[in-house]
């Protein structure tokens, strides 16, 4: 046997395949042939395993068993007509499963139906259907449908003779043509082989088409070529292909909707922007992996909010200390002033100069009212900008701990759904984005060097500097190489650290059943905060400023 797939495609691409109204499919199976001709075996369930593909592409299907040459021309005719009127956007598919022979005098194929009474050259051509002739009237006759024609024919079985001798088994293979524009020609074997017609339940090529052309996302000529590379290894046999050049087609579409979801999934998973990872959520919004995407989305929204508010927080603390630093230079230009004045006022009393001295007292009250406003204003801004500073810390610390939270539900979504796929869909698991683990100590572990200041502390500890271990969420003094043990406390990873030691008396360093406690926040590399003694009514009291190692 040797199987001619001849496939016509038009220039028009259909958009949807589940357009049954515009899809028109007709099947032949020619298999009851008489003893002069050969009978074959799998026509019949050749068109049935092919239909049944067909049926799933959205084809109206119309099959017809042992036709002769009349049922197979008014077949066609109905066929076309059907095609044209259906417009433009129609799809065509004819498919022909039976004997095929060329012959080789004209160089032309022929379909074969059953009612021909022998297989002998001298009437054979006259009652069978020229190839071409059936190809032509589908291209002429509908040219603005999409075209599919498919011959599986020219069988080994066929009995060919040649004025009452048996004819050589070359003479029953294809023969080839030229490329035609939007025409591709799919043969099932070389030019001049044969095939045999072996298989239960459909021939070997029937079955590669029907497996190969419901496949979404393949390309007709990489579907094709599929076909080619299943029949050589099951029988042998070498498809052959004309090729040229052609739109790209998908029998069965472009992806399925579980591709085209799975890529649009790769395309954003990485993404560390929530605006992008919620384009999937507005396609997608009970997709595969919405739960992980509306946890990506608070986690990165979270994380750039708490990055937005360590801003605000430095912005703030900036104006913080410039409102201090003003108030400060205010203060010691105030009192520059006041002893400038009070310098030239000794002097022209000394002199006894009444009238400079009065000036300068009048100068002095004027100064004073006006530096004193400065500095009321000056304290007040002082005050709100600590005030502003407080809350952005507040805030901070917040927005810190949400995304925290955050982070962890995203983690938790994802190791969720690794641990549904791991045994079931490999795809997915490695589909999974990779969030980066916080580690176990916190973002803030290490050395930081303190300096304490607190003018109203014992003699010797008024201004001091020290060291600090953070490690696992807790904090302890560290000097040199040893821990100090008096020292200890907490620390949480928004950065909020909370410590002690016991207050000594005097230089005997003796515990005085007081304590001195340290609250202090840090951002980045750097901190800041207060610490005070417990004792009722003590001036110990100060900031403490802190310093990554």
Same mark, same amino acid.
């Given at each position: 046997?040797?199987? !001619?797939?001849?496939?016509?495609?038009?220039?028009?691409?259909?958009? #949807? @395949?589940?357009? &049954?109204?515009?899809?028109?499919?007709?099947? /032949?199976?020619?298999?009851?042939?008489?003893?002069?001709?050969?009978?074959?075996?799998?026509? $019949?369930? +050749?068109?049935?395993?092919?239909?049944?593909?067909?049926?799933?592409?959205?084809?109206?299907?119309?099959?017809?068993?042992?036709?002769?040459?009349?049922?197979?021309?008014?077949?066609?005719?109905?066929? !076309?007509?059907?095609?044209?009127?259906?417009?433009?956007?129609?799809?065509?598919?004819?498919?022909?499963?039976?004997?095929?022979?060329?012959?080789?005098?004209?160089?032309?194929?022929?379909?074969?139906?059953?009612?021909?009474?022998?297989? +002998?050259?001298?009437?054979?051509?006259?009652?069978?259907?020229?190839?071409? +002739?059936?190809?032509?009237?589908?291209?002429?006759?509908?040219?603005?449908?999409?075209?599919?024609?498919?011959?599986?024919?020219?069988?080994?079985?066929?009995?060919?003779?040649?004025?009452?001798?048996?004819?050589?088994?070359?003479?029953?293979?294809?023969?080839?043509?030229?490329? /035609?524009?939007?025409?591709?020609?799919?043969?099932?074997?070389?030019?001049?082989?044969?095939?045999?017609?072996?298989?239960?339940?459909?021939?070997?090529?029937?079955?590669?088409?029907?497996?190969? /052309?419901?496949?979404?996302?393949?390309?007709?000529?990489?579907?094709?070529?599929?076909? #080619?590379?299943?029949?050589?290894?099951? !029988?042998?046999?070498?498809?052959?292909?004309?090729?040229?050049?052609?739109?790209? !087609?998908? @029998?069965?579409?472009?992806?399925?909707?579980?591709?085209?979801?799975?890529?649009?999934?790769?395309?954003?998973?990485?993404?560390?922007?929530?605006?992008?990872?919620?384009?999937?959520?507005?396609?997608?919004?009970?997709?595969?992996?919405?739960?992980?995407?509306?946890?990506?989305?608070? $986690?990165? +929204?979270?994380?750039?909010?708490?990055?937005?508010?360590?801003?605000?927080?430095?912005?703030?603390?900036?104006?913080?200390?410039?409102?201090?630093?003003?108030?400060?230079?205010?203060?010691?230009?105030?009192?520059?002033?006041?002893?400038?004045?009070?310098?030239?006022?000794?002097?022209?009393?000394?002199?006894?100069?009444?009238?400079?001295?009065?000036?300068?007292?009048?100068?002095?009250?004027?100064?004073? &009212?006006?530096? %004193?406003?400065?500095?009321?204003?000056?304290?007040?801004?002082?005050?709100?900008?600590?005030?502003?500073?407080?809350?952005?810390?507040?805030?901070?610390?917040?927005?810190?701990? =949400?995304?925290?939270?955050?982070?962890?539900?995203?983690?938790?979504?994802?190791?969720?759904?690794?641990?549904?796929?791991? $045994?079931?869909?490999?795809?997915?698991?490695?589909?999974?984005?990779?969030?980066?683990?916080?580690?176990?100590?916190?973002?803030?572990?290490? /050395?930081?060097?303190?300096?304490?200041?607190?003018?109203?502390?014992?003699?010797?500890? #008024?201004?001091?500097?020290?060291?600090?271990?953070? =490690?696992?969420?807790?904090?302890?003094?560290?000097?040199?190489?040893?821990?100090?043990?008096?020292?200890?406390?907490?620390?949480?990873?928004?950065?909020?650290?909370?410590?002690? $030691?016991?207050?000594?008396?005097?230089?005997?360093?003796?515990?005085?059943?007081?304590?001195? %406690?340290?609250?202090?926040?840090?951002?980045?590399?750097?901190?800041?905060?207060?610490? #005070?003694?417990?004792?009722?009514?003590?001036?110990?009291?100060?900031?403490?400023?802190?310093?990554? &190692?």
């Amino acid at each position: 046997m040797l199987r !001619i797939a001849i496939i016509v495609i038009g220039l028009v691409l259909l958009p #949807q @395949f589940a357009r &049954g109204e515009g899809r028109f499919a007709l099947l /032949i199976g020619n298999q009851t042939y008489n003893d002069k001709v050969g009978p074959l075996r799998n026509p $019949h369930d +050749d068109i049935a395993v092919v239909n049944a593909a067909l049926e799933k592409l959205g084809f109206n299907v119309t099959l017809i068993k042992d036709a002769g040459y009349k049922r197979v021309e008014t077949a066609l005719r109905t066929h !076309i007509q059907l095609v044209r009127r259906a417009g433009k956007d129609a799809v065509s598919f004819l498919y022909y499963s039976g004997h095929g022979a060329s012959d080789p005098d004209t160089q032309t194929n022929y379909l074969i139906p059953v009612d021909v009474e022998s297989a +002998d050259d001298t009437s054979l051509w006259t009652n069978s259907l020229e190839l071409g +002739d059936i190809v032509n009237k589908l291209r002429d006759q509908s040219p603005n449908a999409t075209h599919y024609v498919v011959f599986d024919a020219c069988r080994e079985e066929l009995r060919l003779t040649r004025e009452g001798k048996k004819a050589l088994g070359a003479e029953k293979g294809f023969v080839p043509v030229a490329s /035609i524009s939007g025409v591709m020609i799919a043969y099932a074997t070389a030019p001049g082989k044969s095939a045999s017609d072996s298989g239960h339940g459909g021939g070997v090529y029937a079955k590669a088409l029907s497996e190969e /052309i419901v496949k979404p996302g393949v390309e007709a000529v990489t579907m094709f070529r599929r076909v #080619q590379l299943k029949v050589n290894q099951a !029988i042998g046999q070498d498809p052959w292909l004309s090729l040229p050049t052609l739109p790209a !087609i998908y @029998f069965a579409g472009t992806k399925t909707k579980q591709q085209l979801e799975l890529a649009f999934w790769l395309s954003v998973k990485d993404s560390m922007s929530p605006t992008v990872l919620a384009t999937y959520l507005e396609r997608y919004p009970d997709g595969e992996f919405a739960a992980i995407a509306r946890a990506l989305v608070a $986690h990165f +929204d979270g994380k750039l909010k708490a990055e937005q508010a360590a801003q605000e927080e430095e912005r703030r603390r900036i104006e913080e200390e410039g409102a201090a630093a003003e108030v400060q230079r205010l203060e010691v230009e105030h009192r520059t002033h006041e002893l400038s004045i009070a310098e030239e006022h000794s002097r022209a009393k000394k002199d006894e100069d009444i009238e400079e001295a009065g000036r300068l007292e009048e100068q002095q009250r004027v100064e004073l &009212g006006k530096r %004193t406003e400065e500095l009321r204003k000056a304290l007040e801004e002082a005050r709100l900008a600590r005030q502003a500073a407080k809350s952005a810390e507040e805030q901070r610390v917040v927005a810190m701990k =949400a995304a925290e939270e955050a982070t962890k539900a995203a983690n938790d979504a994802i190791a969720l759904k690794r641990d549904s796929e791991r $045994h079931s869909d490999p795809v997915k698991v490695a589909a999974l984005p990779k969030l980066e683990q916080p580690s176990a100590g916190g973002p803030f572990d290490g /050395i930081w060097y303190v300096h304490r200041v607190g003018a109203g502390c014992a003699p010797g500890t #008024q201004d001091m500097l020290g060291m600090l271990l953070i =490690a696992n969420g807790t904090v302890s003094a560290y000097r040199g190489k040893d821990r100090i043990g008096s020292a200890k406390g907490t620390a949480s990873r928004t950065g909020q650290l909370r410590w002690s $030691h016991p207050s000594h008396i005097g230089d005997r360093k003796t515990p005085d059943g007081y304590r001195i %406690t340290y609250e202090v926040t840090l951002r980045g590399n750097s901190g800041s905060g207060t610490f #005070q003694h417990t004792r009722p009514g003590t001036r110990c009291y100060g900031t403490i400023t802190a310093k990554r &190692g």
